[in-house]
């Protein structure tokens, strides 16, 4: 159970850096906090899970697989933005091949990068269907909440 002292610390960083999710792991227990405005809207804390394999901090940012990325329609095409502040990484670790390039097909559940954000490492998903048409983001370079990363071309 989280010390509720700890989750009022958790609102307070989310309102000061104006986040809209926090998602926090350990080995023991996970807790997703959201909010729409000014309004929290669910502490949620879930059963044990498995261990995450980065070093894990009490103040984590948003997963990727409930992040809510929004695909904003552009001319060309459909933007893939970023969920958070963070550093931007197109592979899991230097040696490995990119999650995605220029041409290849993605699906909805397709990891397209990493963005590290205060020690975490968090999957992005493309949320959408389609190819990919650029890549905006240089590796290793940092991104701020709501900056394209990926230009696709919806299916």
């Not at 509720?4 to 309102?15: A, Q, S």
């Not at 041409?103 to 975490?120: L, N, R």
């Amino acid at each position: 159970m989280i010390d509720i002292r700890k989750l009022k610390e958790l609102v307070k960083l989310m309102v000061a850096n104006d986040l809209s999710e926090m998602d926090l792991r350990d080995t023991d227990e996970q807790v997703t906090i959201r909010r729409q405005g000014d309004t929290i809207i669910a502490p949620q804390q879930l059963a044990p899970v498995a261990a995450v394999p980065a070093s894990v901090n009490s103040t984590s940012v948003a997963q990727a697989p409930v992040a809510s990325e929004s695909n904003e329609v552009v001319e060309e095409g459909v933007e893939i933005v970023s969920p958070m502040v963070g550093t931007f990484y197109i592979s899991s670790d230097p040696d490995s091949p990119a999650f995605v390039h220029v041409g290849g097909a993605i699906s909805e559940d397709t990891t397209v990068c990493i963005i590290e954000a205060m020690k975490i490492f968090n999957e992005i998903k493309a949320q959408c269907n389609g190819t990919i048409i650029k890549v905006l983001v240089e590796n290793g370079e940092p991104v701020e909440f709501g900056q394209p990363l990926f230009l696709v071309k919806p299916q």
